[in-house]
């Protein structure tokens, strides 16, 4: 059984700085690509970042330049470092794999940029 399991949401003011976690079980996870996705309420779940299996990693351009995905195998953990937060990155922040052809999904945490 696949988990995964996000943490480091909350509330921060327009250009502070977030660490979201997301720690899997159940999976070799060195071989998995990860994804951070996010949804707002009223929008589509939108794909923010990835990181494969080899450490490459892609960004949707609203957050280029702003956010970092990486990860740590010894520790099974994706880490999403979000700088520089504006009020539309307010959403639910998801973690993502694939695993023998299965989509798995976190719970989400919650991140609400205000001042």
């Known amino acids: 059984q696949v988990q995964l399991v996000e943490s480091g949401g909350g509330l921060v003011q327009p250009g502070g700085s977030l660490r979201l976690s997301c720690v899997a079980s159940?999976?070799?996870?060195?071989?998995?690509?990860i994804h951070w996705h996010r949804q707002a309420p009223g929008k589509q779940r939108e794909l923010v970042a990835q990181?494969?299996?080899?450490?490459?990693?892609n960004y949707a351009d609203s957050v280029k330049g702003r956010f970092i995905i990486s990860r740590d195998n010894a520790k099974n953990t994706v880490y999403l470092q979000m700088n520089n937060l504006k009020p539309e990155d307010t959403a639910v922040y998801f973690c993502?794999?694939?695993?023998?052809?299965?989509?798995?999904w976190g719970q989400g945490t919650q991140v609400t940029v205000s001042s």
């Open positions: 990181i494969t299996s080899g450490g490459r990693t």
């Open positions: 993502y794999t694939n695993y023998y052809s299965r989509d798995s």
């Open positions: 159940g999976m070799i996870f060195s071989t998995k690509d």
